[in-house]
């Protein structure tokens, strides 16, 4: 799932974002606090053609005798168990790739209009009630082991995403041991915040995601999981989710081999050791990977391309592990075999001006949040003032370099139900980005009249010792949590501080978060932030005043920006937003059946919420990498990704 800080790889659960790599600049979900929007005038063109895909027979290009894509597997040292391989747990935006590869889904998105279409499901029926989907499969599916794929083995992998069974850790000994301490902890992976709605997952007292008892798998409409028959699985709901099939797309819903999964030979998760012996059901199956060659071989799936009816160019992609994003940079631009590169942020200026250079803006923003139940983020006037006085084109500008674009938005541009009419905090309600820093301090000096003395026997507001210096002395500081990880979202929350302090006339700080032995220093910042203090069901226990991160979409859908993020019982309200009409708003919005009266209300929800300054959103991400002129029909699209019915397109050409 989403959250971020820094560019371009997912990291923990949820889609925050982690610093930026050799891809977008951002923060993760948790892929890195996420980047900025496009330059649409400059962007539209290569956008466009990175979404048409032509032959070589079309263009008169001469294949390649060697049909080898070399593609980095970059920032990390080692494939690790559980998130790269197993679908249920996927979190990290960089394990996308790979997953996309070799699972396939019920159903998938355009890549070019972000609308979800047909994958293993050819169509599929909606309930006149809202609540049933029912979906018609491919014939003749196969794992890459030759064994069938029916709608048993998608009902299955559903509920599996679902268990609190799933394992917290990733790692040989604890993955897939579970139950987790905490079932609603969503390092269990996305598939209780995405699928919550099937029928009998969640409860009064508990359901499925809780319990792990019983099964939501039957022949009958009392089950969430209904097998109508090898063919046919019907979804049923306990709701008329607007959003269900959007959620769908998510990995979560990967078909998996049951047989391999639960071989005892393979317990505590060992499973994704032996996916070269089965269990691929994408355009491509694993050959091997491991810590001796330290890359991972996949080879066309014949299996996906008969049932598909799609032949596969490629005959090899070769997915080298590295560490670094710099070594890895460094070693394309040496002229080793890489194919692809990741381009890190500081060298943006650089590699945006090469002809091997591609880029395009992300579904995927970063913000500071604010904890409403600390001072002296607990009032709206303070909060708006901190929104108004920060000059969001400046400092993206400095920091980023054109890596990323100025934002306000909630909603990133490209989503659906993106509002471009969306106006600053009153009483500004500008389009403005740089702010309006008089009207900020003026808004704080009419909260600071509010500490003025006037007799001992008043207390005064707990927020008035962040605002007003006293004796001389400077406020008490306010602390922005950053993760020492990424230094781009460093930079970003120091030189954030550095305005605010000038433009208010406040004591505005860094509290860095560092790694503590193999915990990086983001998932320390996550866990402290938006995990360890979570009081189901309403209520963070959150320490931090202030903190930068960001949030990618994991599906092409407003409700992954506003609903998940801000409805009381959210897990990622860290900042205990809880506004009580707006939740009442977001829950009518999430089932209305009218698309366009749908994305009118998410408009007037992210209106409300921006009014209130529930996030300081600052920048939207963008995306860029370079590849070798000689691969053709590789894009990765707005989430980051290249969708599994795309990779027939992809071949190399004589160079």
């Known amino acids: 799932m989403g959250f971020s800080v820094g560019m371009g790889a997912r990291e923990g659960s949820v889609h925050l974002r982690q610093g930026r790599h050799g891809s977008p600049p951002s923060a993760g979900g948790w892929r890195t606090a996420q980047r900025m929007l496009f330059m649409l005038l400059g962007l539209a063109p290569l956008m466009l053609a990175s979404c048409s895909f032509l032959t070589p027979a079309s263009t008169g290009a001469t294949l390649a005798a060697n049909q080898t894509f070399t593609w980095p597997y970059s920032g990390t040292g080692k494939i690790s168990y559980g998130e790269v391989l197993d679908p249920a747990e996927i979190t990290d935006q960089k394990d996308l790739g790979t997953v996309s590869m070799i699972f396939t889904n019920l159903v998938t998105f355009n890549s070019s209009t972000l609308q979800v279409i047909p994958d293993a499901a050819t169509s599929w029926d909606v309930g006149a009630n809202g609540t049933s989907y029912t979906f018609h499969l491919r014939p003749n599916m196969r794992f890459s082991d030759g064994s069938p794929i029916t709608a ?3 009902a299955y992998s559903i509920q599996r995403s679902l268990s609190p069974q799933l394992g917290c850790l990733y790692d040989a000994n604890t993955y897939g041991a579970g139950p987790c301490s905490n079932p609603v902890n969503p390092t269990n992976g996305p598939g209780p915040t995405y699928l919550g709605h099937i029928l009998g997952a969640s409860s009064p007292n508990g359901g499925y995601i809780a319990t792990g008892k019983g099964t939501l798998i039957g022949t009958t409409a009392a089950f969430g999981l209904q097998i109508i028959d090898e063919q046919t699985l019907r979804i049923n709901l306990d709701a008329p989710i607007a959003y269900f099939l959007e959620a769908l797309s998510y990995p979560t819903n990967d ?18 050791d032996h996916l070269n012996l089965g269990g691929c059901s994408g355009p491509f199956k694993i050959v091997s990977y491991g810590a001796q060659d330290n890359l991972m071989t996949l080879v066309p799936n014949p299996y996906w391309e008969a049932a598909w009816g799609k032949k596969l160019t490629l005959t090899k992609v070769v997915r080298p592990i590295i560490e670094s994003i710099d070594t890895e940079y460094a070693s394309y631009r ?13 060298d943006y200026s650089f590699a945006s001006g090469q002809s091997d250079f591609h880029q395009i803006p992300t579904l995927a923003n970063e913000f500071f949040g604010m904890n409403f139940d600390m001072p002296p983020f607990d009032n709206e006037v303070i909060r708006r003032a901190f929104d108004l006085s920060l000059n969001k084109q400046l400092l993206v500008d400095r920091v ?8 306000n938005h909630i909603v990133p541009e490209g989503m659906p139900g993106y509002n471009p009419n969306l106006t600053t905090p009153p009483p500004d309600s500008t389009l403005s980005l ?5 009207v900020a301090l003026n808004l704080l000096k009419t909260v600071q009249h509010t500490c003025a003395t006037t007799g001992e026997a008043i207390t005064p507001p707990d927020y008035c010792p962040y605002i007003v210096a006293k004796q001389g002395q400077a406020p008490q500081p306010i602390y922005i949590w950053v993760n020492t990880d990424n230094q781009t ?10 305005a605010w302090s000038n433009a208010l006339n406040l004591n505005v700080q860094i509290k860095k978060i560092n790694s503590v032995g193999t915990t990086s220093a983001f998932s320390n910042l996550v866990a402290d932030v938006i995990l360890n203090g979570w009081q189901p069901p309403d209520h963070h226990a959150n320490p931090a005043q202030m903190w930068i991160l960001g949030w990618v979409a994991d599906f092409p859908d407003p409700w992954d920006w506003l609903s998940n993020q801000f409805e009381i019982t959210s897990i990622f309200d860290a900042g205990n937003v809880s506004i009580p009409q707006v939740t009442q708003l977001m829950q009518q919005a999430d089932v209305e059946a009218d698309p366009t009266k749908r994305m009118q209300e998410y408009n007037t929800i992210e209106q409300d919420l921006v009014n209130t300054v529930a996030w300081i959103p600052f920048q939207q991400d963008k995306l860029f990498w370079r590849l070798r002129p000689w691969v053709r029909g590789f894009a990765l699209n707005e989430l980051e990704n290249m969708q599994d019915v795309d990779w027939p397109n992809v071949y190399i050409i004589s160079h």
């Open 152 to 154: 048993r083995d998608f």
């Open 434 to 438: 740089t702010g309006n820093q008089t």
């Open 255 to 272: 078909v998996l081999e049951q047989s391999l999964v639960e071989n005892p030979k393979y317990a505590g998760g060992t499973w994704v």
């Open 489 to 498: 979202t460093l930079n970003l929350a120091t030189a954030a501080a550095q």
């Open 400 to 407: 980023e370099n054109g890596g990323a674009i100025p934002s």
């Open 334 to 346: 040496s002229g080793a075999a890489y194919d692809y590169t990741d381009v890190p942020a500081s």
